[in-house]
């Protein structure tokens, strides 16, 4: 059906052009002639090339057999089309069935940045920098109105790309999904407090046996193996030590607690973008703006195992975002290079590690983002809502 319907189009359209069969050993540089044409036609919307069919005289399809090297054959075809032509277009194969015979297609879309040119040399006559345009049926070399046409078109095109909201941001990989119900992760058993509990329990365990004049080596040995079993081995502490060890255990399990809170057990949040418009973006930046408080705490770094402390800029080398910390909120900054259209991209290599309290059960957190890229008139804002399931 899609064929059917391209082929409705005049014979003269800008944007279609037919051919018998597929261009063939030293068909190079027509090959190029004719998608360098198609691109800069004074037309809006995808183009195609359609080989299989052609028309007579009398402007009925006439059909020829495709050979059955034809798909490999396109495909080379998008190969030498990317290696030539400047700027990029996107460039695809088709395949169909029309009134019982097999024709296929080179589909060119994303015309949306002319002149389209060549950038090197692909022949004797076909040289570096040439621009050809199709107009009337007929492929010919561009003029000078056609260069002005075309780049009155591109800056228009950029202008009322820069004043339009062309990036879309969402949760995980889904750039629609603004809204997103997450579960708390438990973090209601910190390192620390499982030591503290132990530690009492041992605490108060020896101070009872000491009354009743039971307190000895052995005992405290017994009620160690209880608690510990063999994570730990046993040292002979009198009690005040063991005090002082209990007042002081959130200093102590500092490391562990950070790890549990930032690795473990954080909620590790990632969003994606996706370039909608015609033309990639360059130098794209985005900054993301989270609360912060003691019960959402957005972690500078990566954390790793106790021992294994890494630095801000050593998390950077393995993909966590640049992330500072003001008073009461927090900024997440990502630069992409470059952002190519319909690519769904995440924003973050690493996922932001977040410590969430379960005091924010129920609760809603509102994250803004403002993207920055080369071009743009002013940054695109948003914002995106996370739900604490």
Not at 196 to 210: F, L
Not at 280 to 289: N, R
Not at 291 to 319: C, D, M, N, V
Not at 322 to 348: C, G, M, N, T
Request: proline content about 5%.
């Amino acid at each position: 059906m899609r064929f059917e319907k391209l082929l409705q189009q005049t014979a003269n359209s800008p944007k279609l052009h037919l051919r018998d069969a597929v261009y063939g050993a030293g068909g190079q540089a027509v090959l190029l002639q004719e998608v360098l044409g198609l691109a800069n036609a004074d037309s809006r919307g995808v183009r195609h090339i359609i080989f299989g069919v052609n028309r007579s005289d009398g402007n009925e399809l006439v059909f020829t057999r495709l050979g059955d090297g034809a798909p490999e054959e396109l495909q080379g075809y998008i190969e030498l089309i990317k290696r030539y032509i400047e700027p990029d277009l996107k460039v695809e194969p088709l395949y169909g069935d029309v009134q019982g015979h097999l024709v296929a297609a080179l589909e060119i879309s994303r015309c949306d940045n002319p002149p389209y040119i060549l950038k090197m040399d692909a022949s004797r006559d076909l040289r570096r920098g040439d621009c050809w345009v199709h107009e009337g049926g007929v492929f010919r070399p561009a003029q000078r109105a056609d260069l002005d046409r075309m780049y009155r078109y591109t800056a228009k095109h950029r202008s009322q790309a820069t004043d339009n909201n062309i990036v879309r941001v969402g949760f995980n990989s889904n750039p629609t999904q603004t809204r997103i119900a997450v579960p708390l992760p438990d973090t209601a058993r910190p390192p620390s407090s499982q030591e503290a509990y132990r530690m009492q329990i041992e605490i108060n365990s020896r101070k009872e046996a000491q009354s009743v004049n039971i307190e000895d080596t052995g005992f405290a040995r017994l009620l160690h193996t209880r608690l510990y079993k063999d994570d730990r081995p046993f040292q002979d502490q009198g009690i005040n030590t063991l005090v002082e060890g209990y007042n002081t255990v959130l200093d102590s399990y500092q490391e562990q607690d950070d790890y549990f809170y930032f690795e473990t057990h954080a909620l590790k949040l990632n969003f994606c973008m996706v370039n909608t418009g015609h033309t990639a973006l360059e130098d794209v930046s985005i900054l993301m703006i989270l609360p912060w408080a003691e019960q959402f705490r957005t972690a500078e770094h990566l954390y790793g195992p106790p021992g294994e402390i890494l630095t801000a800029k050593e998390s950077e080398l393995l993909g966590y975002p640049k992330v500072k910390h003001y008073k009461s909120a927090v900024q997440v900054k990502q630069d992409i290079a470059r952002l190519e259209p319909d690519q769904v991209v995440p924003v973050f290599e690493q996922a932001i590690r977040i410590s969430v309290k379960p005091e924010l059960a129920g609760k809603k957190v509102a994250i803004r983002y403002s993207i920055h890229a080369s071009g743009f008139k002013r940054p695109e804002e948003g914002r995106l809502k996370l739900v604490m399931a």
